[in-house]
């Protein structure tokens, strides 16, 4: 794999083998270039190095601790009044508008790469006709990238690049290197601040045998963060929350707005045996009670700093979990 990062203060690491490919990211906006890559390849293991989740062995035989994440998962699997075979990702989705971004059924193209794409079945992401894909938040307010599963859909050594914006400020750039029966899984931890991503792909070599030649690549499990109210997220662990910002569209375009002080979130967490709600300030810390499973949380409202009109449908809440 050819790995290069612009833009960012970057570390990859990853393994290869001939199903999978893991790769994990690192990113912090400035203006300094760097670029990292270690990669080795076998045929037979695969191993990850990823700055999103850890799975440890904690004993000899099958129990194992894992590290709470918090994150919303866009599965493409729930978009409303969907095609049973393929249509284009509605802006709003998610609370993303999205530009040259189709769902394909991957049970009608068995002779494809969206086949090792998917991972919540049956609905990938994909770029017709090779198309530069663009992702921007509603109303413009910043989200996080975390991670996403992605592979070539008709082509080996596809090459693929992400870009990260800010108010017109690329504060993201990466290049990788995809093929159509190794899936790659692309971890940022620390990919935040963003209101537009773009993915785009070129040259390649087309696979024999396959339906198309073209170059498009398919997607699934894009996690990112940046709720609205009644936006849910998946949590996974005995975690505690952070409200790391509350972001508000009234805010000037080349600013992050923090609500700080008695600015505050109300959350609904609930799994399939208990629930409950908390509040957690602008900048401050709660402890989860719902234990180890994976539970939902829902951002039910949103009260501004004393003074500020309330308005929760302008705001975007970053939610993270240690």
Same mark, same amino acid.
């Given at each position: 794999?050819?790995?290069?990062?612009?833009?960012?203060?970057?570390?990859?690491?990853? %393994?290869?083998?001939?199903?999978?490919?893991?790769?994990?990211?690192?990113?912090?906006?400035?203006?300094?270039?760097?670029?990292?890559?270690?990669?080795?390849?076998?045929?037979?293991?695969?191993?990850?190095?990823?700055?999103?989740? %850890?799975? %440890?062995?904690?004993?000899?035989?099958?129990?194992?601790?894992?590290?709470?994440?918090?994150?919303?998962?866009?599965?493409?699997?729930?978009?409303?009044?969907?095609?049973?075979?393929?249509?284009?990702?509605?802006?709003?989705?998610?609370?993303?508008?999205?530009?040259?971004?189709?769902?394909?059924?991957?049970?009608?193209?068995?002779?494809?790469?969206?086949?090792?794409?998917?991972?919540?079945?049956?609905?990938?992401?994909?770029?017709?006709?090779?198309?530069?894909?663009?992702?921007?938040?509603?109303?413009?307010?910043?989200?996080?990238?975390?991670?996403?599963?992605?592979?070539?859909?008709?082509? @080996?050594?596809?090459?693929?690049?992400?870009?990260?914006?800010?108010? =017109?400020? @690329?504060?993201?750039?990466?290049?990788?290197?995809?093929?159509?029966?190794?899936?790659?899984?692309?971890?940022?931890?620390?990919?935040?601040?963003?209101? %537009?991503?773009?993915? =785009?792909?070129?040259?390649?070599?087309?696979?024999?045998?396959?339906?198309?030649?073209?170059?498009?690549?398919?997607?699934?499990?894009?996690?990112? @963060?940046?709720?609205?109210?009644?936006?849910?997220?998946?949590?996974?662990?005995?975690?505690?929350?952070?409200?790391?910002?509350?972001?508000?569209?009234?805010?000037?375009?080349?600013?992050?707005?923090?609500?700080? =002080?008695? $600015?505050?979130?109300?959350?609904?967490?609930?799994?399939?045996?208990?629930?409950?709600?908390?509040?957690?300030?602008?900048?401050?810390?709660?402890?989860?009670?719902?234990?180890?499973?994976?539970?939902?949380?829902?951002?039910?409202?949103?009260?501004?700093?004393?003074?500020?009109?309330? @308005?929760?449908?302008? $705001?975007?809440?970053?939610?993270?979990?240690?």
């Amino acid at each position: 794999m050819n790995t290069s990062m612009t833009n960012t203060s970057s570390t990859i690491t990853s %393994t290869t083998s001939t199903s999978s490919t893991s790769t994990s990211m690192k990113s912090t906006s400035s203006t300094s270039t760097s670029a990292a890559s270690t990669s080795t390849r076998t045929s037979t293991t695969s191993t990850t190095k990823t700055t999103l989740t %850890t799975t %440890t062995t904690t004993t000899t035989t099958t129990t194992t601790t894992t590290k709470p994440y918090c994150t919303t998962r866009i599965t493409f699997d729930d978009i409303f009044n969907q095609s049973a075979t393929s249509g284009i990702v509605p802006n709003g989705y998610n609370n993303l508008n999205w530009t040259n971004a189709v769902y394909v059924n991957t049970s009608t193209m068995p002779l494809s790469g969206y086949l090792y794409a998917v991972t919540s079945v049956p609905y990938v992401a994909t770029n017709p006709g090779g198309a530069m894909m663009q992702i921007t938040s509603v109303n413009g307010t910043s989200f996080s990238f975390d991670s996403m599963t992605i592979t070539a859909a008709w082509r @080996n050594n596809l090459a693929w690049t992400i870009y990260g914006y800010r108010s =017109g400020v @690329n504060t993201l750039a990466g290049s990788f290197a995809l093929n159509v029966l190794n899936r790659t899984t692309l971890t940022c931890g620390s990919c935040t601040n963003y209101d %537009t991503l773009y993915f =785009g792909t070129s040259g390649g070599t087309p696979y024999p045998g396959l339906a198309n030649n073209g170059t498009e690549f398919a997607f699934d499990d894009l996690f990112y @963060n940046g709720l609205r109210v009644g936006g849910t997220m998946e949590v996974c662990g005995d975690a505690t929350l952070h409200v790391s910002s509350i972001n508000d569209s009234r805010c000037p375009a080349n600013v992050m707005c923090f609500w700080a =002080g008695q $600015a505050k979130v109300q959350l609904l967490l609930s799994n399939k045996v208990a629930s409950t709600t908390m509040d957690i300030i602008a900048g401050a810390s709660a402890q989860a009670t719902l234990g180890t499973n994976v539970y939902t949380v829902t951002l039910d409202d949103v009260i501004p700093y004393p003074g500020m009109n309330k @308005n929760p449908s302008e $705001a975007i809440v970053t939610v993270t979990c240690s």
